[in-house]
């Protein structure tokens, strides 16, 4: 049996999704290779999604999902798709355990952070480097931990490890922030939060786990070290895309028009994984519900 719409991805722009195919009465099955919910999964506070005055990610993302199987869609979790086959007006979705048969597809995989890139980085990640506070943080009680970036990921995270780490340092390449200005007043009015500003970090180092970093100066070209106990990371987002044969720009991300039609007739794109000005929940979120109310439309059209 085929389906009607395939949705890729179990983040707030799969499960939005869910939600608009399910009221139009469409059999569909959302597809997620980790566990439902997303990147929010992994974080702990959220304030700026409307009508939730303050939640946490994991809680949110409980309430999208039942929100999705109060409408009856069909989910299959730690299923990875591999690949879509376009057959004209029949799609092959190809996963982990097997082909799956649909008339339409919603990509709404995601991205997943960034590598530094720096000497050490990779052996000593869960020794100390980590690109998830809400996940690690914990362990870093009492302790210094230097935080790399300066987008909303990494401010947010940084405000977060405060509750825990006894010291946090914030390197950022540039001399200014470019999380939204809010977050930028909180962290600069932490006490626990000092700034290693046009700085990069060069090396992670230690014996059995992080003890420093060395970090240089762009502009002076200066190179001096950090003792640390932990490094996150938040230096940008690949997306989740390399199993799609669609238009794509030089980093990977999808590319859509206002209704979130790829460049192949059938296949759709939703939030964070798509060429698009704003990456955060409610953006997913609307992403989703436009791309469902699409694909509907496509397939009155077949
Ligand atoms: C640390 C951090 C803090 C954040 N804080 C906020 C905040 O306070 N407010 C806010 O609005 N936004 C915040 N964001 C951003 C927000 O989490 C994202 O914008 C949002 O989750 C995007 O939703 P999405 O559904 O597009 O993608 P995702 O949430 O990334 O979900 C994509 C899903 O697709 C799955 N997937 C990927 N590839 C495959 C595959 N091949 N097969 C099957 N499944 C697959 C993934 O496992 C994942 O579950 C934060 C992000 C981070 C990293």
């Given at each position: 049996m085929a389906y009607d719409v395939v949705i890729?991805?179990?983040?707030?722009?799969?499960?939005?999704?869910?939600?608009?195919?399910?009221?139009?009465?469409?059999?569909?099955?959302?597809?997620?290779?980790?566990?439902?919910?997303?990147?929010?999964?992994?974080?702990d506070l959220v304030e700026n999604y409307p009508g939730f005055l303050e939640t946490s990610g994991a809680d949110l993302s409980r309430k999208f999902e039942q929100h999705a199987l109060k409408f009856g869609l069909e989910i299959k979790s730690i299923v990875?798709?591999?690949?879509?086959?376009?057959?004209?007006?029949?799609?092959?979705?190809?996963?982990?355990?097997?082909?799956?048969?649909t008339k339409a597809v919603i990509i709404a995989a995601g991205t997943t952070p960034r590598k530094l890139g720096a000497k050490g980085e990779l052996n000593f990640i869960?020794?100390?480097?980590?690109?998830?506070?809400?996940?690690?943080?914990?362990?870093?009680?009492?302790?210094?931990?230097?935080?790399?970036?300066?987008?909303?990921?990494?401010?947010t995270e940084a405000i977060f490890l405060t509750k825990m780490a006894k010291k946090v340092i914030i390197v950022h390449r540039r001399d200014k922030l470019r999380?939204?200005?809010?977050?930028?007043?909180?962290?600069?009015?932490?006490?626990?939060?000092?700034?290693a500003w046009d700085s990069v970090v060069e090396e992670i180092a230690g014996k059995q786990v992080v003890e420093k970093v060395m970090v240089r100066n762009v502009k002076t070209n200066e190179l001096s070290e950090i003792k640390t106990d932990g490094v996150f990371i938040y230096v940008g987002l690949i997306p989740n895309t390399g199993f799609a044969d669609v238009e794509k720009d030089e980093g990977g991300f999808i590319i859509a028009?206002?209704?979130?039609?790829?460049?192949?007739?059938?296949?759709?794109?939703?939030?964070?994984?798509?060429?698009?000005?704003?990456?955060?929940?409610?953006?997913?979120?609307?992403?989703?519900?436009?791309?469902?109310?699409?694909?509907?439309?496509?397939?009155?059209?077949?």
């Open positions: 890729i991805g179990g983040g707030p722009a799969g499960l939005a999704a869910g939600i608009y195919v399910k009221r139009a009465m469409l059999n569909a099955l959302l597809i997620e290779k980790i566990g439902i919910g997303g990147q929010i999964l992994i974080t990875e798709v591999t690949g879509i086959e376009d057959r004209g007006e029949m799609k092959v979705v190809k996963t982990s355990e097997g082909d799956l048969d869960g020794r100390g480097v980590s690109y998830c506070a809400t996940c690690d943080g914990f362990f870093f009680r009492e302790k210094v931990v230097v935080v790399v970036g300066g987008g909303d990921s990494a401010i999380a939204e200005k809010i977050n930028q007043e909180h962290a600069f009015a932490n006490p626990k939060i000092s700034f028009n206002g209704k979130m039609e790829t460049s192949v007739r059938g296949i759709f794109v939703a939030g964070d994984c798509r060429v698009t000005p704003l990456r955060q929940i409610a953006t997913a979120v609307g992403d989703g519900a436009i791309a469902a109310v699409s694909a509907e439309k496509y397939l009155e059209g077949i």
